[in-house]
T-cell receptor, first 115, second 117 residues
C-alpha cells in the first residue's frame, strides 16, 4: 500500500514531557511536511524537508524540532510540551519537481493532548 | 494577512444536487497552484483537485470541477450529483513560495458541507 503513515494515532502527556511523532511515506515523494491543525480546524505549515534538507521553517517555538533520516521519513520531536501544543499534527508528502509537483498527500494525523 | 479566504462556514444541500463552494486568494506570484481538499469525519485529509494558474481550462476530476476566475482571484469548487459521503469539511489551499525555495500550502478556514437524503 502506498500512502503516508503516522504513529502514534493519539498521545496523551503532561506539561513538560518530551514527545516524538513518526511519519513515513511510501509514495516515492522527495518532500515531506509537518502541519498543525488546531481545535478550530485551522491548518498551518510548520516545517518542510526536501531530500533530508530543511527548506521551510515557519515561526514555531524552539521546542519543536523535525528530524529526517531519509526522504521517506520525517519525525517531529517536541521538548517540554505546553498546553497550547494540544492539536492534531499532520504529516504530508509531495514531489518537489515534475508531474503533479506540490500536490500534497496527508497522513491520518497524530492527536496530541497535553494535560 | 490571510491569503486564502473561504467565506462560507457551513453549507447544507440535498442529495443529488449541485453545490458550489467559494474561495478567493491573494498572491503576488505570476504562477501559482490552487488545491481543494476535504477532511472527513475521521480526520482524514484527502486531495480532490488542483488548478495551475497558467492553465485556462477549468480542472475536472470525477464529479468535482473548478470555476477558476483569475481576474477575480477566485477558485470555486463545484460538486455535482452530491452524495451523502460528500459530507465533510472542504479546504481551499494555495501553494506559496517560488519554485526552488520551498513549497508550503496556505489553507482557508474550511467549509463544512452536509448532504442530506
Amino acid at each position: 500500500e502506498t500512502a503516508v503513515f503516522q504513529t502514534p494515532n493519539y498521545h496523551v502527556t503532561q506539561v513538560g514531557n518530551e514527545v516524538s511523532f513518526n511519519c513515513k511515506q511510501t509514495l516515492g515523494h522527495d518532500t515531506m511536511y509537518w502541519y498543525k491543525q488546531d481545535s478550530k480546524k485551522l491548518l498551518k505549515i510548520m516545517f518542510s524537508y526536501n531530500n533530508k534538507q530543511l527548506i521551510v521553517n515557519e515561526t514555531v517555538p524552539r521546542r519543536f524540532s523535525p528530524q529526517s533520516s531519509d526522504k521517506a521519513h520525517l519525525n517531529l520531536r517536541i521538548k517540554s510540551v505546553e498546553p497550547e501544543d494540544s492539536a492534531v499534527y499532520l504529516c504530508a508528502s509531495s514531489h518537489y519537481w515534475g508531474f503533479n509537483q506540490d500536490t500534497q498527500y496527508f497522513g491520518p494525523g497524530t492527536r496530541l493532548l497535553v494535560l | 494577512a490571510q491569503k486564502v479566504t473561504q467565506t462560507q462556514t457551513s453549507i447544507s444541500v440535498m442529495e443529488k444536487t449541485t453545490v458550489t463552494m467559494d474561495c478567493v486568494y491573494e498572491t503576488q506570484d505570476s504562477s501559482y497552484f490552487l488545491f481543494w481538499y476535504k477532511q472527513t469525519a475521521s480526520g482524514e485529509i484527502v486531495f480532490l483537485i488542483r488548478q495551475d494558474s497558467y492553465k485556462k481550462e477549468n480542472a475536472t476530476v470525477g464529479h468535482y470541477s473548478l470555476n477558476f476566475q483569475k481576474p477575480k482571484s477566485s477558485i470555486g469548487l463545484i460538486i455535482t450529483a452530491t452524495q451523502i459521503e460528500d459530507s465533510a469539511v472542504y479546504f481551499c489551499a494555495m501553494r506559496e513560495g517560488q519554485q526552488g525555495t520551498g513549497s508550503k500550502l496556505s489553507f482557508g478556514k474550511g467549509a463544512k458541507l452536509t448532504v442530506s437524503p
